[in-house]
């Protein structure tokens, strides 16, 4: 059963910085790409970074270069998002995701779209207080 479950929301302030875990069970972790979203209320689900765990490629979405950074422990089967100089608009449920790398990293793949994801973890919720 491919499980993934995520943890290390919580509240920070203005400036703040947090470090989100995906831990991945189930399915053979250099087959899939991990990938980063978020959710805000009333918003659409959008991509903030993704890692090949073939060969660690990335992706990271345009609004968070500079600030977030995405790493994999292969050995721990575990994906990490280090969050840092939270803003107001990162306030989000984060999810990761797990989808095929070959189809996410090659040819006319999008690591960014959720629908190119195969399994999805339950979500942490991370709030930035001003």
């Known amino acids: 059963e491919v499980q993934l479950v995520e943890s290390g929301g919580g509240l920070v302030q203005v400036g703040g910085s947090l470090k989100l875990s995906c831990a991945a069970s189930g399915f053979t972790f250099a087959e899939y790409a991990i990938g980063w979203f978020r959710q805000a209320p009333g918003k659409e689900r959008e991509g903030v970074s993704a890692i090949n765990g073939y060969d660690g490629s990335k992706w990271r979405a345009d609004s968070v270069k500079g600030r977030f950074t995405i790493s994999s422990d292969n050995a721990k089967k575990t994906v990490y998002l280090h969050m840092n100089d939270l803003k107001p608009e990162d306030t989000a449920v984060y999810y990761c995701?797990?989808?095929?790398?070959?189809?996410?990293?090659?040819?006319?793949?999008?690591?960014?779209?959720?629908?190119?994801?195969?399994?999805w973890g339950q979500g942490t919720q991370v709030t930035v207080s001003s």
């Open positions: 995701a797990a989808g095929e790398w070959t189809s996410l990293f090659t040819g006319w793949g999008n690591p960014g779209l959720p629908t190119e994801y195969d399994f």
